[in-house]
């Protein structure tokens, strides 16, 4: 029996982890915090998904069009093949997720078909959506419960408050993973080796790299941490698309883009509309533009605010503001009304925030790594599908499939060689990150971190300001290594330690590639140079100082890869 170690429980572990042990594997599901502590869990946004072959689903959406949207968003870095698998899939995942009780919104009970979101850059209504606001808790709460229940029958094993600090990798492929159990006051306990025959990685993303996210405070980026000290490659890290309204306050918090879609307007300081000289579509430009013009309001303000407006939003007859507000946005409005803003009559203080990272560990189209035995999906995940900027929408889709792939590939007896034959062709040689030596900076805290990512790799980017960031971090790293070389049992004694190393190597490799690609393209904006450059319409691939690059292969892989 193959034995499976999942670590991750959002949309994509808990999707890996489900099809793998229906399948028949033996399979330990790890997380650092409780189960449903993942952004899967925050998502307001839906799921975007091809349901044209399904009852209820959307009949005049297609393929080619879902494709073509994604492609488009993506400015160039998107790998069609994998694109369209995702979206060839959709319509399984929707109905594997509604299999397992996920209650996707419908226009009138029960049997009547389900309300399709139409969003900004997708060409037709097709996005899904459970509980309004709630679709990723009504899929996190679904796959959850399907997971204690699994685990109660025997057929998993869950280990919660479970920190996975290492991958280990004997010869030439995984054996397993260590860790150690998180105990009350965060601190970490003894470490213990968990035997596996695959690690799924599927960690979430790395917002708390900038002190503005709309990720939970789990999300550290240890899965790519994890990635590069086992010899991983990772990709196109300069790509991290900021949301352009997340709330102005600590533990920031994500205002949906569907409340500007239904008419909310964004105001200045002195109560002046500004998208309206910004872009021809206003409130409803493209999430990278809107950012920008957040931000540059927020800089040149003397209160370094800018404010969403929702008293424009026309409501139905009947209803008040409020009790609109609440039934539309009802985890919006409960998180807005807990922290005393009613904003159905105040303007809500927004920021843009760190919201989604394209780039991660280089997978392919089956979730493969360039480790034997390692795999990687969701967020932590660079597969293609996201290219230069994410299409909204298309991450929870994304995530569910490629779990589920993983998880019927492990389950299966049948499966594939379980490591991704890169084939270099037009794919990028992996350049190793530098290794770090000097220390000069000021000393380590997690906020001056987030302030150094936030001024050097944020919204807009130029090469003194990341070169700034760079030797910062690189200073950090140095006196984090030479403090583990002083005293060897200098491991991290906290869940906080430990996730701060995660998120100084993650932060590292991301100033790297932002530095080395020097256009702006999607969500990488550098202020020196504004324009896209055709000749690097390419990925960049990174490994850690000191690991051996993947050997080239000359292989044909067409069929394995779109499956
Ligand atoms: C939003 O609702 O504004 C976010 C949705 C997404 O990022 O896909």
Redesign the pocket.
């Given at each position: 029996m193959t034995d499976v170690l999942v670590i991750g429980t959002g949309v994509a572990g808990l999707s890996a982890a489900l099809s793998a042990a229906e399948a028949g594997a033996r399979v330990t599901v790890v997380t650092k915090a409780a189960l449903s502590h993942t952004a899967t869990d925050r998502?307001?946004?839906g799921m975007a998904a091809m349901t044209g072959s399904l009852p209820g689903g959307n009949p005049t959406d297609s393929v080619r069009l879902h494709v073509q949207d994604t492609l488009v968003a993506g400015a160039g870095l998107c790998d069609p093949l994998v694109v369209h698998g995702v979206v060839r899939d959709s319509a399984a995942a929707v109905r594997d997720l509604t299999g397992r009780g996920v209650a996707f919104d419908r226009v009138a009970g029960p049997d009547s078909p389900w309300v399709q979101g139409l969003e900004a850059a997708h060409s037709v209504s097709r996005i899904l959506h459970a509980g309004g606001?709630a679709t990723g808790h009504a899929i996190q709460e679904a796959l959850s419960a399907r997971a204690r229940e699994m685990a109660h029958g025997g057929h998993i094993r869950l280990c919660e408050y479970t920190l996975v600090t290492d991958v280990i990798v004997a010869g030439d492929r995984v054996v397993g993973c260590t860790a150690r159990p998180v105990l009350p006051g965060r601190e970490l306990g003894g470490e213990e080796f968990l035997p596996a025959d695959h690690v799924v990685l599927a960690t979430g993303g790395a917002g708390q790299l900038y002190p503005w996210t709309t990720n939970p405070p789990v999300a550290t980026g240890d899965g790519i941490a994890l990635a590069l000290r086992a010899g991983a490659e990772v990709r196109d890290l300069e790509f991290f698309q900021f949301?352009p309204t997340a709330l102005a306050a600590p533990g920031s918090f994500?205002i949906?883009?569907?409340v500007r879609g239904e008419g909310a307007v964004l105001r200045n300081q002195h109560g002046r509309r500004f998208m309206t000289d910004v872009d021809p579509r206003e409130e409803l430009a493209p999430r990278d533009v809107v950012a920008r013009a957040v931000f540059a309001v927020r800089t040149a303000s003397d209160d370094g605010a800018a404010y969403l407006d929702c008293s424009t939003i026309p409501v139905p007859s009947g209803l008040t503001r409020a009790e609109f507000l609440a039934r539309r946005f009802p985890s919006i409005h409960a998180e807005l009304t807990r922290r005393g803003i009613d904003w159905s009559t105040e303007w809500v203080p927004v920021s843009p925030a760190a919201?989604?990272l394209m780039g991660g560990i280089a997978t392919d189209a089956l979730g493969r790594t360039t480790v034997p035995g390692l795999w990687a999906a969701g967020e932590c995940a660079r597969t293609g599908m996201h290219g230069a900027n994410?299409l909204?929408?298309?991450?929870l889709l994304e995530a569910a499939v490629l779990g589920r792939r993983i998880g019927e590939l492990l389950g299966d007896s049948g499966a594939p060689s379980d490591v991704w034959p890169v084939a270099r062709g037009t794919d990028p040689e992996p350049r190793e990150l530098p290794h770090c030596d000097s220390t000069t900076a000021e000393s380590f805290s997690r906020a001056a971190l987030q302030r150094t990512m936030w001024q050097g790799a944020g919204v807009f980017r130029t090469a003194e300001g990341i070169e700034r960031a760079k030797a910062g971090l690189e200073s950090w790293l140095a006196a984090a290594s030479s403090s583990d070389e002083e005293d060897t049992a200098a491991a991290p004694g906290t869940l906080t330690d430990a996730e701060d190393r995660n998120l100084l190597t993650v932060g590292h490799a991301l100033v790297c590639a932002t530095l080395a690609r020097a256009e702006s393209r999607g969500a990488h904006q550098r202020a020196d140079h504004p324009a896209t450059d055709p000749r690097l319409a390419t990925s960049t691939a990174w490994i850690a100082s000191g690991s051996a690059a993947p050997t080239p292969e000359r292989t044909d892989h067409a069929d394995s890869l779109s499956r």
């Open positions: 998502a307001q946004g606001d949301h994500l949906s883009e569907a919201h989604y994410r909204a929408s298309n991450s």
